[in-house]
């Protein structure tokens, strides 16, 4: 044991740094406030006005940022209908449902692991959006229920970090959207956002350990995840204070 080879070492290192980001992959089976009716009620009532504190510019202008980033207007043809979005941890809705209302996407499916943020994002979905194509399904980020390349774009705000497995779930993402064009630098696949630190204190990447429902300790190992799941390209649009925003692509 005192003497592992190289190879070993290495092999050693990087099971260890796996296990920051997949550190309660079980925690989806955990009790969550999620999980029930009035928990989702709650969230979209208050509990997500307070992410304002943390950073986040608030629903609509989150879903306005997503829509001009995943969705761009050019010249020459004005705005483009995509052909479909998948909002991913829709949780209520609340940001979905200004997506939608955008029209830019033909279709959008709204996912979420509960049920119960489901029903709700289905309630809000249904008031608030006239002769819209949308549809909200019960899945798992990490075993989505979707052939490869079935989306044109896949967005997800404050998800990641509520997630069992960060990089399973981007590898998903991943495998469900289509590739980007190279030849285009407005044409991005994937925008998330997510929650890190907001003070690190004396944490470091040594001390910290990451678990579902906690903030990620720094951008970096935000980034780490996009790497890991095998994304070509990577930019972070926006951050402040514990919000990030990435913006993610990959090339046939
Ligand atoms: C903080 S909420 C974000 C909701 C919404 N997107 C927003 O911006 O307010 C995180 C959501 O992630 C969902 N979630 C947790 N685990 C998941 C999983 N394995 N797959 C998909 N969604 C999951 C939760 O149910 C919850 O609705």
């Known amino acids: 044991m005192q003497h592992l080879s190289n190879a070993k070492k290495k092999k050693k290192k990087s099971t260890a740094k796996r296990k920051v980001v997949e550190a309660s992959s079980k925690s989806s089976s955990k009790f969550s406030p999620f999980q ?16 304002r504190l943390l950073g986040y510019p608030g629903c609509e202008k989150e879903a306005e940022e997503l829509v001009t980033i995943l969705a761009p207007e050019r010249d020459e043809d004005g705005k483009r209908i995509l052909s479909s979005l998948l909002d991913v941890s829709c949780g209520p809705g609340i940001v979905t449902k ?46 989505l229920q979707f052939a490869d390349a079935t989306f044109e774009k896949v967005s997800s705000t404050a ?39 907001p003070n690190r204190g004396d944490k470091t990447k040594e001390t910290y350990s990451w678990e579902t429902n906690k903030p990620f300790l720094d951008r970096e190992a935000v980034l780490d995840i996009v790497r890991e799941s095998g994304f070509d390209e990577y930019e972070v649009v926006r951050e402040d204070r514990a919000y990030i925003l990435v913006k993610a692509r990959y090339f046939r």
């Open 36 to 51: 029930t009716k009035l928990g989702a009620i709650a969230y979209d009532s208050g509990y997500r006005q307070l992410f």
């Open 98 to 143: 200004s997506i939608v209302e955008s029209k830019r996407f033909a279709k959008v499916v709204a996912l979420d692991y509960f049920e119960s943020m489901c029903e709700r994002a289905r309630e809000t979905l249904e008031r608030d959006c006239d002769n819209c194509n949308y549809e909200v399904l019960q899945g798992d980020v990490s075993a």
């Open 159 to 197: 998800g990641m970090h509520c997630w069992p497995s960060p990089v399973k779930g981007m590898k998903e993402i991943k495998r469900v959207v289509k590739p980007s064009d190279k030849n285009d630098r407005n044409d991005w696949s994937v925008l998330f956002s997510t929650v890190v630190l």
